[in-house]
């Protein structure tokens, strides 16, 4: 290759000013006859200027993020952790979304309005130039459709990386994090249970036992993000537990997509930890266990009896049964039929008298017949159930059940309405009108009349509005009942006791084993 040639050769670099360039010394002789002109300034509102950064500022940790939730309990912890970690980097954790900069959407896959309301405020907050960051189940599970496109995504087990997906979103840029957590090629539960969190109710912790199920349900989407089961080892649990209590928390809720399997990754039960927890827990402070499948807790009936008596764990189950048609049953590969079910109510209510099962049922699976669904109305009559989820079925995308033939639309919307009707023939807490109860205060109600507070059955009492009461324990006469709830009136002179052993956080607070270690001097 040729090399570049010069028609002229220069003997230094300053052989390029030319003649007519003005020299250093004019330049510099110039200068001493250019006079600045002062300007004066409020030197207070100028330093706070300085400080202030420019409103498009995109440097990350000064942001104000508002949070939207939908789904399960699991799904309300995940977005607890995440906003406590983001608070203790240092953004604002807003309610109001017109006024923040990015807004996380946390999503649920389990229904289609649930997905819907999750696009439609996806696309409200495209609308409205607001930074987007997704979370959840929908992402987790299909995460290549198209309303998806360009935006940041954090998986289900990786929230403990949500600083790292907004500060680069807020820098412009699109993150997506959607790997599995491993140890030694072993899947974990997921994000650490030590990491900063914020409650939304300051006084009730939930903590995720597991993720993930051994199931294949043919209607279920949450197994395409949650995956097969993980679960935390037990000592992480007790000191989760712990900690929550040091934080003045009064009520645990264990969660999971199915408690009653867990453990079983990990050669324990769930009637292990539950023993576990209970030696942790306060007197006055209570323990709420979460959803179980019939076909986990039949081989722990005995010990769990036993633990649902004790007087700090609520004597409360949320066992599912979907259908009470074998046939459907087996169409939804559930793994039971409709006598195993019964047979695990049916001891339960024996040795634990008084105890609230609450179900869910689907109507219009694929394939359900009308006697089919007569069958699930002759349960419910049964049963009479005080806390039933009834669901029309939905066909999620992906799922065998949604390529199935589909029981027509208003098929399906009748048999939702006739169950309704059924369930609201009946009213479960009449015959608890004049009882004297202790009841655990934990929050307001929606229309701010009243505090809520729960039985020993977990049952929902209403209670006068004194502030003295929030976060005790506290008895009650038993004077009215609704469909949903009970009315209580403090006995006079009352004794109001604390569980907690230290003052609930604050609104808002971020809690953290990191916090509680250096304050006892410890290393973190």
């Not at 159930?385 to 033939?405: D, V, W």
């Not at 084993?513 to 304050?519: A, E, H, M, N, W």
Request: with cysteine; charged share 25%.
């Amino acid at each position: 290759m040729p090399s570049a040639a010069c028609d002229v050769l220069l003997d230094d670099i300053e052989d390029i000013i030319s003649q007519e360039d003005s020299k250093p010394q004019d330049r510099q002789f110039s200068r001493k006859h250019v006079f600045p002109k002062v300007r004066r300034r409020n030197t207070q509102k100028y330093l706070q200027e300085e400080l202030r950064p420019p409103s498009d500022s995109t440097i990350p940790g000064i942001q104000k993020i508002w949070i939207r939730t939908w789904g399960c309990s699991h799904n309300n912890s995940d977005g607890e952790y995440m906003a406590g970690q983001l608070a203790a980097y240092g953004y604002k954790i807003t309610e109001n979304a017109s006024d923040a900069d990015l807004w996380l959407l946390n999503s649920c896959t389990v229904k289609n309005p649930a997905e819907d309301h999750f696009r439609n405020s996806i696309k409200k907050a495209q609308e409205e130039n607001k930074k987007v960051v997704l979370a959840g189940c929908v992402p987790q599970a299909q995460p290549r459709q198209d309303y998806l496109k360009g935006l940041s995504i954090i998986g289900v087990q990786q929230i403990d990386r949500v600083v790292e997906v907004v500060e680069e979103t807020i820098k412009g840029h699109s993150v997506r994090l959607l790997g599995q957590k491993k140890d030694n090629g072993k899947r974990l539960g997921g994000a650490r249970l030590d990491l900063p969190k914020i409650r939304k109710n300051p006084l009730i912790e939930i903590i995720s036992i597991n993720t993930g199920c051994l199931n294949a349900c043919t209607y279920c989407k949450t197994k395409h993000a949650r995956g097969n089961l993980a679960s935390y080892p037990i000592d992480e649990l007790v000191e989760r537990a712990k900690q929550s209590f040091q934080e003045g928390v009064c009520e645990i809720w264990l969660t999971s997509e199915d408690t009653g399997a867990y453990g079983r990754d990990i050669g324990t039960d769930l009637p292990t930890l539950l023993w576990k927890l209970v030696e942790v827990i306060p007197e006055g402070a209570m323990l709420r266990l979460g959803m179980t499948n019939p076909p986990y807790i039949l081989e722990h009936l005995e010990e769990m009896a036993k633990i649902l008596n004790h007087p700090r764990v609520y004597a409360f189950l949320h066992i599912p049964v979907q259908s009470a048609s074998d046939s459907v049953l087996m169409d939804m590969k559930r793994e039971y039929c409709v006598a195993d079910f019964k047979r695990v109510v049916d001891f339960l209510k024996e040795k634990v008298p008084g105890i609230t099962i609450a179900t869910d049922i689907i109507c219009g699976f694929p394939g359900e017949t009308d006697q089919d669904f007569q069958e699930t109305v002759k349960l419910v009559e049964e049963y009479k159930f005080p806390s039933l989820f009834i669901n029309q079925f939905y066909p999620r995308p992906g799922t065998p059940a949604a390529k199935a033939e589909q029981v027509p639309a208003h098929v399906k919307k009748q048999r939702t309405k006739d169950l309704s009707r059924v369930f609201h023939s009946y009213n479960p807490y009449d015959h608890k009108i004049g009882e004297r109860q202790q009841v655990l205060v934990t929050e307001e109600s929606f229309d701010s009349k009243f505090y809520v507070a729960h039985n020993r059955f977990y049952e929902q009492v209403l209670v006068p509005k004194n502030p003295a009461f929030m976060g005790k324990m506290v008895e009650v006469d038993i004077y009215e009942s609704g469909k949903h709830f009970l009315k209580g009136q403090p006995v006079s002179e009352t004794r109001v006791y604390t569980p907690s052993i230290s003052k609930p956080l604050a609104k808002g607070e971020v809690s953290g084993l990191t916090k509680l270690r250096s304050q006892s001097g410890k290393p973190e």
